[in-house]
């Protein structure tokens, strides 16, 4: 058998319906869209959440809470991180920047609690939580907020 004697199996290619195009081939008048209105025209259909009418049950359900359209996304460093620094060390957003446990200089930081201090350091950032700013002054080293 040769490439040009070789045939797709009986059924497998459908003829491509084609509509509008009179009567006789039976997809004439109203092509194959059933009854007229909102569904046979060209285009979206009926809307998403559109119930007929009736108030959708987006409306009926009472707006709750506020989301700013500008969060402040914190970059987060835990204080078991803050160990691979030396005693005596002033954690700046640079050298934070410099050992990749932030992303951008440009974003604020929070110092989280997970973990343990083992080290004195001075720890320079936007946000501390409680309990990171007391372990960081329990092993005597110094949180500093910075503007």
């Given at each position: 058998?040769?490439?040009?004697?070789?045939?797709?199996p009986?059924?497998s290619?459908?003829?491509?319906?084609?509509?509008?195009?009179?009567?006789?081939?039976?997809?004439?008048?109203?092509s194959?869209?059933?009854?007229?209105g909102?569904?046979?025209?060209?285009?979206?259909?009926?809307?998403l959440?559109?119930?007929?009418?009736?108030?959708?049950?987006?409306r009926?359900?009472p707006?709750?809470?506020?989301?700013s359209?500008?969060?402040?996304k914190?970059q987060?460093?835990?204080?078991?991180?803050l160990?691979?620094?030396?005693?005596?060390?002033?954690?700046?957003?640079?050298?934070?920047?410099s050992?990749?446990?932030?992303?951008?200089?440009?974003?604020?930081?929070k110092i989280?609690s997970v973990?343990?201090v083992?080290?004195?350091?001075?720890?320079?950032?936007?946000?501390?939580?409680?309990?990171?700013?007391?372990?960081?002054t329990?092993?005597?080293g110094?949180?500093?907020?910075?503007?």
């Amino acid at each position: 058998m040769q490439v040009h004697q070789l045939r797709s199996p009986e059924g497998s290619r459908k003829r491509k319906k084609i509509v509008g195009r009179g009567r006789g081939t039976g997809h004439g008048k109203r092509s194959g869209r059933g009854q007229t209105g909102q569904n046979c025209r060209s285009g979206r259909g009926v809307m998403l959440a559109y119930e007929g009418g009736q108030m959708s049950l987006l409306r009926r359900l009472p707006k709750v809470g506020f989301n700013s359209k500008w969060p402040a996304k914190y970059q987060v460093v835990n204080c078991e991180s803050l160990n691979r620094f030396e005693d005596g060390t002033t954690i700046t957003p640079e050298l934070l920047k410099s050992r990749h446990l932030i992303r951008s200089l440009l974003q604020p930081i929070k110092i989280l609690s997970v973990g343990e201090v083992t080290r004195k350091l001075t720890v320079q950032a936007h946000r501390f939580s409680k309990a990171a700013a007391d372990k960081i002054t329990k092993a005597g080293g110094n949180p500093e907020i910075l503007a």
